[in-house]
DNA sequence: GAAGTAAAGTGAACACCGTTCATTTTGTCA
DNA sequence: TGACAAAATGAACGGTGTTCACTTTACTTC
């Protein structure tokens, strides 16, 4: 061992801190090597020891960005007190989460590894636990649907939330005078997820 | 007027021709401004007099991919023989456009113009278009409702379809086993558009 | 024809990007 | 103290988009 200052882990997580920032305030866009390595206090060279490459270190952003969100779907899940509500309440969570850190939602969302990089398995794993909860909730729901079926439904809910978020963002909804919880709720009530009866 | 192998407008075509084509083979990535001058046999700075930025060009590709897609949806619409079928065939027709143009459909709502640049009208006019080919058969399926409910309900359900195909185009479903088109359905039977009775 | 002119076309050059790697600095231990 | 290897460096490379002083060309006028 030799130098001091920091560990590599300290410095592995010093860049991501600094990345995190970046993103948050001016999106994927505004991130680059020289300048968080600046912002670290450390040379280009030295990140590159602690990251192959920067869609690496994007990818760790997203990381935390993802166990933040499961958690606060995981947290507006139990807060309900029964499953149309959780449902509910989860996709609203959702909704609030892409318009309020609009930047970390889209870099989580945007952002591609090059082709050849495989996504880690952990991060599939908590990617794959937002289904789940959603899922969990809509077996409640319906108790009589297969199993294939509450994932379909899931998804179909899940994307479709999903993509009222993406297209409000880039004002692509075309939505004079319409608020995009308006539509949210439009797509809840088709899933009979709105109105109260258990 | 000087020089005469190709007018300015004529210019302006081949950079649109050969940058779609580019977008088509390898996505916005596999575009370049000296790959593109060399495919049109012009240099860079011809290119430049023509297109103000890429992200102009990227936009003109756009523009067509727009059109050429509000082209399908419409006479998917007008094959069918009731506005409930008018709905499903735009929505799967817009559905095979995602999963057959890929490249093309992910530029379309990826790319973004630089802050400050503000999007022509008459692209904007023809995104509402989308909108108001779906409101039109909502209309027609439901006659009761408000116009606005049915602003709603359009936005919801092409939002939830645009979500699915994202997500689907990204690998970001999740979905062992599961068909695209299926969650789609599901979707579909979710907004009463699917199994026939007008 | 020749000279003049303005449009059309050029491509080297600039600033910035991700990435690499030969080189230097530094802490540790014999 | 000297030797060694880990840690840190930053100039350099190849790739972007973009610019603009310059050259080439076609047309007009004499």
Redesign the pocket.
């Known amino acids: 061992?030799?130098?001091?200052?920091?560990?590599?882990e300290e410095?592995r997580q010093l860049a991501i801190d600094v990345a995190e920032q970046c993103i948050v305030e001016h999106g994927m866009q505004g991130?680059?090597?020289?300048?968080i390595?600046k912002e670290m206090?450390?040379?280009?060279?030295?990140?590159?020891?602690?990251?192959?490459?920067?869609?690496?270190?994007i990818f760790e952003v997203n990381m935390r960005s993802l166990l933040a969100l499961e958690k606060k779907l995981r947290s507006a899940a139990q807060d309900a007190t029964h499953c149309h509500a959780a449902i509910e309440a989860m996709v609203m969570r959702y909704v609030d989460y892409a318009l309020q850190e609009t930047n970390r939602w889209q870099t989580l969302f945007e952002h591609r590894l090059?082709e050849g990089v495989e996504l880690p398995e952990t991060y599939q794993k908590h990617r794959a636990q937002l289904f789940r909860l959603l899922e969990e909730q809509l077996k409640c729901a319906y108790p009589d649907k297969f199993d294939k079926d509450i994932a379909l439904e899931a998804r179909a809910l899940w994307a479709g939330v999903h993509g009222i978020c993406t297209l409000a963002l880039l004002n692509k909804l075309d939505d004079d005078g319409l608020n995009i919880k308006d539509i949210v709720q439009t797509l809840l009530v088709r899933f009979n997820t709105v109105g109260g009866e258990v």
């Open positions: 061992m030799a130098r001091g200052k920091h560990t590599r410095i991130m680059n090597a020289r300048h390595a206090g450390y040379a280009v060279g030295t990140l590159y020891q602690v990251f192959k490459s920067m869609d690496l270190l090059p």
